[in-house]
């Protein structure tokens, strides 16, 4: 039997899919499901009456969709499965809501978090972040790229998510001290081979200093227009919608539209309270688990790309941008009259809806250009949007 030796992560490893019992059957979640090459010979050789389900696009080929459905699911039950089995499953639907990441002979195995237990499991559970070394028996993997680093391997790929997970879950950081710092940290990464990271990782963030401030002057605008763009989505309710224009304020019609929107002071007077603490732990799980799920801080392609950017800085003023971006999402869904945070219900709701429309299609405009920005300005131009 063939054995694989896998790096993977708690939240991970605790997972099994809820099927007929999910709030958001990822069947019926609208969204590129790619085939892949090697299902794609299986149906031509053998399964030519799946044919028929398969469509192109611009990326390869596709499962059509009637309606925001997968065709293939009937009945409740996936019709590819049903005929030719788990091994002749899409691409996307053999790893689902699994990621993999090989360097090397390193193959990592983590999550994303637009599935809802996913979200559960990282917002809720034991440890979500501890990782193992496990030997598995017959694992399917589908569709990974093979990374090659020089002189790289387990050791160093653990020195370095270990390293992150600690300084992305401390006490003593709050969030945009995290962020910054991994803004920071990835400017000398950038510097030295990835084998040597390990070694130096830790150095180089103690040698971290607070930038100087940006002469640009930016309010929560940006970071407010990113959002919007994000939460048009098919994957995003009306509801949520009104919650985030409910708490967004227009400064003044004079102001170019980046520096125009702010929020409500009612929302401004959270954020800066004992609500604004309660949603910490909260987005520091979702930027561990962001950097368990892009392979961050090592650079690689998915089947969108590079989306999340072509060079260390792009990638950490992603990991900022949306994360920020989401913490106007979660202050939105916070109750003004009594001062609390979001129920864990609507936590892993409006989690798993902002990673669906975040992770699951090209990055919008708005967020590439502030992007840019703030990897082309320095931290300066983070540290004012953080504080916004
Ligand atoms: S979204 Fe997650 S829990 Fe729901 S059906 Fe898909 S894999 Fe299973």
Request: with cysteine.
């Amino acid at each position: 039997m063939a054995t694989t030796t896998l790096q993977a992560f708690n939240y991970i490893q605790t997972f099994s899919c809820l099927a007929e019992r999910c709030e958001a059957n990822c069947c019926e979640a609208d969204w590129r499901i790619e085939v892949g090459s090697r299902p794609m010979a299986v149906y031509r050789d053998v399964f030519p009456e799946l044919l028929p389900l398969i469509a192109s696009d611009a990326g390869g080929n596709v499962m059509k969709q009637v309606d925001g459905q997968c065709v293939a699911l009937t009945a409740g039950r996936c019709s590819i499965h049903a005929q030719a089995g788990e091994s002749a499953l899409p691409d996307t639907c053999a790893n689902y809501p699994r990621m993999y990441r090989r360097l090397n002979a390193v193959t990592v195995r983590s999550a994303t978090m637009s599935c809802p237990e996913i979200s559960r499991l990282v917002l809720f559970g034991d440890k979500p972040f501890l990782r193992e070394q496990i030997t598995e028996e017959n694992v399917f993997i589908s569709g990974v790229n093979q990374q090659h680093l020089d002189d790289f391997d387990a050791d160093n790929w653990g020195g370095v998510i270990d390293f992150l997970m600690n300084l992305t879950q401390s006490d003593d950081l709050s969030v945009p001290q995290v962020l910054l710092r991994l803004y920071d940290l990835v400017q000398g990464l950038a510097t030295i081979p990835e084998a040597k990271w390990a070694d130096h990782i830790a150095p180089l963030a103690a040698a971290y200093s607070p930038a100087e401030a940006s002469v640009e002057s930016v309010n929560a605008g940006p970071v407010l227009i990113v959002l919007m763009t994000i939460l048009k989505s098919s994957q995003i309710t009306e509801e949520i919608r009104e919650r985030v224009v409910e708490m967004i304020a227009v400064e003044s019609e004079e102001l170019p539209p980046r520096t125009r929107l702010g929020i409500k002071p009612a929302w401004r007077a959270m954020a800066s309270g004992a609500v604004g603490m309660a949603l910490e732990p909260i987005l520091k799980k979702y930027i561990a688990a962001e950097i368990t799920r892009t392979g961050f801080p090592f650079i690689s392609t998915t089947s969108a790309g590079r989306d999340y950017g072509k060079t260390l800085s792009e990638w950490a003023s992603t990991l900022a941008i949306r994360t920020l971006a989401l913490r106007y999402l979660l202050l939105a869904h916070c109750d003004t009259d009594l001062q609390h945070p979001p129920e864990p219900e609507l936590l892993v709701a409006v989690m798993y809806r902002f990673c669906r429309a975040a992770n699951h299609s090209p990055a919008t405009a708005p967020e590439i250009d502030l992007r840019l920005r703030v990897s082309g300005n320095g931290s300066g131009l983070l540290q004012e949007i953080a504080a916004a």
